[in-house]
């Protein structure tokens, strides 16, 4: 799969992080792997939210450098979004020599019922983790950003609000200016990731320019991170993704496209097509 931040093996030494779920890890895990509750929740991007965030991060990277270990290898059910948002989260922390594992549930190695949960309070204290951007920062570069929407067609179009769960009366949209990316086509029909060959061959269907900023958003930060990690090894320089995303653009009262409320009739608007490429099958 040629991808850099993808490693195939565990090795010895290695600091493990599990992030399936709570109930598969407390079943059985690789011996020694980390479980971090946090990684699985919405954030938004106020002070706050941005405090709730950090704290954890911050926890993780010095369980980390504690431990002496000098590569981390991160792994769920398969290359999925709450392990590469790890990765991106930890590489943002400084913490560069972080890996997801290419390999999917169950694979060889020792396994026992996972006992090494942390939780960690928010932090008094803040500061930026590389690559992530807050609502503010939305706000006043709107107008100047190359922007991908990582949710589905439904989501994108305004007939959903969030893929999982959707509750009726929620505000369906997407940001406005933005680009659809669906998270699921980043993986083939084996769900493996795609050849960056092919990736970036689709890439040049979108008339964005790699020195440009880019900002990646889905519903609440996680998928995101995937496409993220996949456009730096692409060559684009700048890339972020947006903490709060649609969870949190949503409630404001900033600009928003395809707007609806889930439960109620709206009409079904044609698919957009991207550089000549057909959103739907991008």
């Not at 990684?39 to 706050?48: V, Y």
């Not at 590489?91 to 060889?108: A, N, Q, T």
């Not at 994108?156 to 769960?165: I, V």
């Not at 790699?210 to 990646?216: H, K, S, Y």
Request: aromatic fraction near 12%; charge should be positive.
């Amino acid at each position: 799969m040629n991808w850099s931040f993808l490693k195939t093996e565990v090795e010895a030494g290695d600091f493990l992080i599990d992030c399936r779920s709570q109930t598969a890890y407390e079943e059985e895990t690789l011996d020694g792997a980390f479980y971090f509750p946090f990684i699985k929740k919405a954030f938004g991007s106020d002070p706050e939210s941005q405090k709730k965030l950090y704290g954890p991060m911050l926890a993780v990277t010095q369980e980390i450098q504690k431990s002496k270990k000098t590569r981390v290898i991160v792994f769920d059910e398969g290359m999925g979004m709450f392990s590469t948002r790890m990765v991106f989260l930890l590489r943002g922390m400084g913490i560069k020599e972080s890996y997801v594992l290419s390999k999917k549930w169950p694979f060889e190695g020792n396994k026992k019922p996972g006992t090494l949960k942390l939780e960690f309070p928010p932090s008094d204290k803040t500061k930026p983790i590389e690559g992530v951007v807050d609502k503010a920062f939305m706000e006043k570069n709107l107008t100047k950003l190359q922007i991908f929407d990582a949710r589905t067609m439904d989501e994108y179009e305004g007939r959903l609000p969030r893929l999982t769960a959707p509750e009726e009366g929620t505000l369906c949209g997407r940001l406005p200016g933005a680009f659809l990316w669906d998270w699921r086509n980043l993986y083939d029909a084996e769900a493996n990731l795609i050849d960056r060959s092919l990736f970036k061959k689709r890439l040049n269907g979108f008339p964005f320019m790699p020195e440009r900023p880019t900002v990646i958003y889905d519903y609440n930060g996680a998928r995101s991170c995937l496409l993220a990690l996949m456009l730096q090894e692409a060559g684009y320089i700048d890339i972020s993704t947006y903490q709060g995303s649609w969870f949190e653009w949503r409630k404001s009262s900033l600009p928003k496209q395809a707007v609806s409320v889930f439960g109620q009739k709206t009409a079904t608007a044609a698919a957009p097509r991207v550089g000549g490429v057909d959103r739907k099958k991008v």
